[in-house]
C-alpha cells in the first residue's frame, strides 16, 4: 500500500477517535501539532510528579504507624516540678507563641492504673512548694518523695482512630521535635522536656502545680515582658542537651545588661562584678566616651556619650554599668531590646552619712560644721545652682531621672511625686536591689540572669575604713528622712518588694542556704588571693596599680594580693581586687586601643604643658586623669 494511503487511514482513524471525545477538537488540534512530542513528555512529568506525591503520604502514614507503636509500648516516667504561678497573660502569651505546657498534672489514661501510683501523685501534690526564680527550672525535691506513675500500654485495646489520637497529642504538645537515636531534643525554649529511653519517655513540667493566682499590684512590673517582677515566667529557659535517662532544662545567662550606678550603695562592687564578667567572655561595654570614668554624669544621660556609638565601629553593646543620669529613651538608642535592667537603693540615714563624709567639698557642705549643721539650715545652706549639689538632696531620685527637689511642706505633692517615681522605676527596671542585704542581693541577681555562685562572688570595693564612719543619733536620722523624703519612699517601697520577691521566688529557708555558700565562697577565695585575709588602709596598698582612688574625707580601703600567685589564679585573684578606675581604663584600652593610645598621647602632652604653664584644653580633647572625681 502507498505511504500516502496509509497517512490518509490514519488520519481517518485519528479523526474517528477525536470526534467521539468531550475534548475533541482539542485533542485534535495536540496530537497533529509539530509539538506533539513536547506535550507527551510534559504529560509524563505530571503523571510522575503525581507518583512522587502518592509515594510520599504513603511514607508518611507508615512513619506515623511506626511512631505510634513504638510510643504506646513504652512506659511513661513522669516527674511533674513546680514553680511559682503564672499572671494570666503570661499563659495567653505561651499559648499563643505555641510553647510546650503540660497543666496542673498528669493522670493516668487508663482505668486500670494502679490506685497506689494515684495516692502517691495527690501526696507529692499537696507538698509540692517548690520556688523558682523568673526563667529557671529548678527539680523539686520535697522530702525525697518523686512522683512516679508507671503505666504501661501493651494490653491497650483501643481502635486505632484512639491510638492516633494519642500520638497526636503528644506530637502537638512537642512543636519543632527532632528524633535523635535514643532521645528527643527540643526545639524551642521551654517548659517541657521529653526524654525517650529504651523503656520510659520522660516528661517535665515547670508549671505549677497550683491554680493561677492574681499577683499583688504593687509588685513589680518588667520592662521587656507583660508578667510582674515578682512572679515567675512560665518559660524556664532553653534546653541545652538530654542525654539518656536524664531530663534537664537549663536557663540561657543574661549577657544584655544595664546596671544603673547609684552613689554610695556598694555599687562598685557590683561594677567588678559586672566588668569580670563581660571581660572573661569578650563582652563589649558601652564605655564612656573619650576614657572618662562616668558617662557624663550628671548630665542626663544621651546615647553619643558612649564610645562606639557617633563612629559606628562598635555593632552591638552587652553591658552598660558606669555612672550616669538615667534617661530611658537614650539608654535604649544603645542596648538591645531584650537588655535587663537592674539598680540597687541603699538606706538614706546610712547613706546621706557617708555622702556628706565623701563630698564633704562640694558647696553644700563646705561651711558646715557637721552633718547636723547641715540638716539644721539645708533650705539656706543649700543652691540648687551651684555644681555638685544635687549629692547632698535626694541623691538616689535624682540618679533615676526625676528632680529631686521638692517642698516638704507640700505633702500632697511629695507623696504625687514620690508615686510617680516608682511607678516608673518599676516599669522600666526588672530588678531592684537592697545595699543592706548585700548578699540575699546578690542571691536574687544570680538567678535573674541565670548566673553560677562563681559569677557574683566578690570583696568589697571602695569601702571606707571604720575610722572615717560616724554613728548617727535618732534625732539626726529622722532630719535626714524629713530632708530625703522622696528618696526616703523609694527605700520603703523596694525594700519591701525586695522581700516579696525573695519570698515569692526564693524563700527564706532556702535564701540562708544559698547566701551560707556566698559566704563560703568568698572565704575561701579571700584566703587565696588576699594578704592578711582583708582589706587595708590605701597607705599599706603595696601595688600602686590597685590603689583605690581617695576623695574626700573617706578613707578608701584596697588589698594585697598573696605571694606566689600565679597563672590563671593571679589573674582571677587580681580582677577581683581591680579597682574601679583602674579596670574601667582596662577594658578601654582592649576595646578601642587606637583610641586608647592617641588619648594618653594627649594626657602627656597636657601633662607637660601644665608644669610650664595653663593651657586650654578643648572638650573633645578632654581626657579623663586618675584624679577625677568619681
Same mark, same amino acid.
Given at each position: ?24 477538537s482539542?485533542?485534535?488540534v ?28 504513603v511514607?508518611q ?18 516527674e ?25 498534672e ?5 482505668e486500670?492504673?494502679s490506685k ?12 509540692q ?15 525525697h ?73 504593687n509588685q ?9 517582677l ?21 536557663c ?10 547609684t ?5 562598685s562592687?557590683?561594677?567588678n ?17 573619650n ?20 563612629s ?9 554599668c558606669n555612672h550616669m543620669?538615667?534617661?530611658p529613651?537614650e ?17 538614706p ?11 564633704k567639698s ?17 533650705w539656706?545652706?543649700?543652691n ?8 547632698a538632696?535626694?541623691i538616689l531620685t535624682?540618679?533615676f531621672?526625676?528632680?529631686n ?7 500632697g505633692d511629695?507623696?504625687?511625686?514620690a ?10 527596671f ?45 534625732h ?7 530632708w ?11 525594700? $519591701?518588694?525586695?522581700? %516579696?520577691?525573695?519570698?515569692?521566688? @526564693? ?5 540562708? /542556704? &544559698?547566701? +551560707? !555558700? ?25 601595688d ?7 576623695y574626700?574625707?573617706?578613707?578608701i ?5 598573696n ?7 593571679k ?17 578601654y584600652t ?8 592617641r ?7 597636657v $601633662?607637660?604643658?601644665? %608644669?610650664?604653664?595653663?593651657?586650654? @584644653?578643648s572638650?573633645?580633647?578632654?581626657? /579623663? &586623669?586618675? +584624679? !577625677?572625681?568619681?
Amino acid at each position: 500500500m502507498p505511504p500516502s494511503a496509509r497517512k490518509s487511514i490514519k488520519e481517518r482513524e485519528l479523526f474517528s477517535l477525536t470526534s467521539s471525545l468531550p475534548c475533541a477538537s482539542w485533542l485534535k488540534v495536540l496530537l497533529c501539532s509539530p509539538l506533539r512530542y513536547l506535550w507527551m513528555v510534559l504529560m509524563a512529568l505530571t503523571v510522575l510528579c503525581v507518583a512522587i506525591q502518592i509515594l510520599g503520604v504513603v511514607w508518611q502514614s507508615r512513619n506515623d504507624k511506626m511512631l505510634s507503636k513504638k510510643l504506646l509500648n513504652v512506659r511513661f516516667t513522669i516527674e511533674i516540678q513546680g514553680t511559682l504561678p503564672t499572671e494570666q497573660r503570661d499563659w495567653e502569651n505561651l499559648r499563643s507563641s505555641h510553647a510546650p505546657v503540660v497543666e496542673e498534672e498528669v493522670r493516668s489514661q487508663e482505668e486500670g492504673a494502679s490506685k497506689q501510683s494515684a495516692k502517691e501523685n495527690q501526696k507529692v501534690a499537696e507538698h509540692q512548694d517548690g520556688r523558682d526564680e523568673p526563667g529557671v527550672e529548678r527539680r523539686l525535691q520535697v522530702h525525697h518523695q518523686h512522683l512516679k506513675l508507671s503505666n504501661t500500654f501493651n494490653k491497650v485495646k483501643d481502635s486505632r482512630k484512639e491510638e492516633r489520637g494519642k500520638v497526636l497529642a503528644v506530637k502537638a504538645a512537642l512543636p519543632k521535635v527532632t528524633l535523635g537515636d535514643d532521645e528527643l531534643h527540643m526545639g524551642v525554649p521551654g517548659s517541657v522536656v521529653l526524654q525517650l529511653d529504651d523503656k520510659a519517655i520522660r516528661v517535665v513540667s515547670t508549671l505549677s502545680h497550683k491554680p493561677f493566682q492574681v499577683p499583688l499590684t504593687n509588685q513589680l512590673k518588667s520592662r521587656n515582658s507583660r508578667a510582674p517582677l515578682g512572679t515567675n515566667s512560665v518559660v524556664a529557659g532553653v534546653i541545652s542537651e538530654v542525654k539518656p535517662g536524664i531530663a534537664t532544662s537549663t536557663c540561657r545567662p543574661k549577657n544584655h545588661i544595664v546596671f544603673l550606678k547609684t552613689h554610695k550603695t556598694a555599687s562598685s562592687t557590683i561594677l567588678n562584678i559586672l566588668y569580670r564578667y563581660g571581660d572573661s567572655r569578650n563582652l563589649t561595654f558601652a564605655l564612656p566616651l573619650n576614657m572618662h570614668s562616668q558617662l557624663f554624669y550628671p548630665f542626663f544621660f544621651a546615647s553619643h556619650f558612649v564610645e562606639g556609638v557617633r563612629s559606628h565601629s562598635v555593632k552591638k553593646f552587652h553591658i552598660m554599668c558606669n555612672h550616669m543620669r538615667f534617661r530611658p529613651p537614650e539608654v535604649r538608642k544603645v542596648m538591645p531590646q531584650d537588655t535587663f535592667y537592674f539598680s540597687i537603693l541603699k538606706n538614706p540615714v546610712a547613706m546621706m552619712e557617708s555622702i556628706f563624709i565623701y563630698y564633704k567639698s562640694i558647696p553644700a557642705f563646705h561651711k558646715a560644721r557637721s552633718l547636723d549643721d547641715f540638716l539644721d539650715n539645708s533650705w539656706r545652706s543649700y543652691n540648687t545652682s551651684l555644681p555638685n549639689n544635687h549629692y547632698a538632696h535626694n541623691i538616689l531620685t535624682f540618679d533615676f531621672g526625676f528632680d529631686n527637689n521638692v517642698a516638704t511642706e507640700t505633702p500632697g505633692d511629695l507623696e504625687t511625686r514620690a508615686a510617680t517615681a516608682i511607678g516608673a522605676i518599676e516599669e522600666d527596671f526588672h530588678l531592684i536591689l537592697i545595699s543592706e542585704y548585700f548578699d540575699e542581693s546578690m542571691i536574687l541577681l544570680k538567678r535573674a540572669l541565670c548566673w553560677s555562685l562563681d559569677d557574683i562572688v566578690s570583696f568589697k570595693l571602695n569601702s571606707r575604713s571604720a575610722r572615717a564612719r560616724n554613728m548617727l543619733s535618732p534625732h539626726t536620722a529622722d532630719k535626714i528622712r524629713a530632708w530625703n523624703a522622696l528618696d526616703w519612699r523609694l527605700y520603703l517601697h523596694f525594700n $519591701a518588694t525586695f522581700w %516579696q520577691r525573695v519570698d515569692t521566688t @526564693v524563700g527564706r529557708e532556702e535564701m540562708r /542556704r &544559698e547566701v +551560707t !555558700q556566698l559566704r563560703e565562697q568568698r572565704a575561701k577565695l579571700a584566703k587565696t588571693c588576699l594578704k592578711d585575709g582583708g582589706a587595708v588602709d590605701p597607705s599599706q596598698v603595696q601595688d600602686a596599680g590597685l590603689k583605690p582612688f581617695q576623695y574626700g574625707a573617706a578613707i578608701i580601703q584596697g588589698y594585697n594580693l598573696n605571694p606566689g600567685l600565679v597563672g590563671p589564679t593571679k589573674t582571677h585573684c587580681q580582677n577581683l581586687i581591680t579597682p574601679e578606675l583602674q579596670y574601667t581604663d582596662t577594658l578601654y584600652t582592649k576595646q578601642f586601643p587606637e583610641l586608647a593610645t592617641r588619648q594618653r598621647q594627649v594626657a602627656k602632652l597636657v $601633662a607637660s604643658q601644665r %608644669q610650664l604653664g595653663p593651657v586650654k @584644653v578643648s572638650p573633645d580633647k578632654r581626657v /579623663r &586623669e586618675w +584624679t !577625677q572625681k568619681p
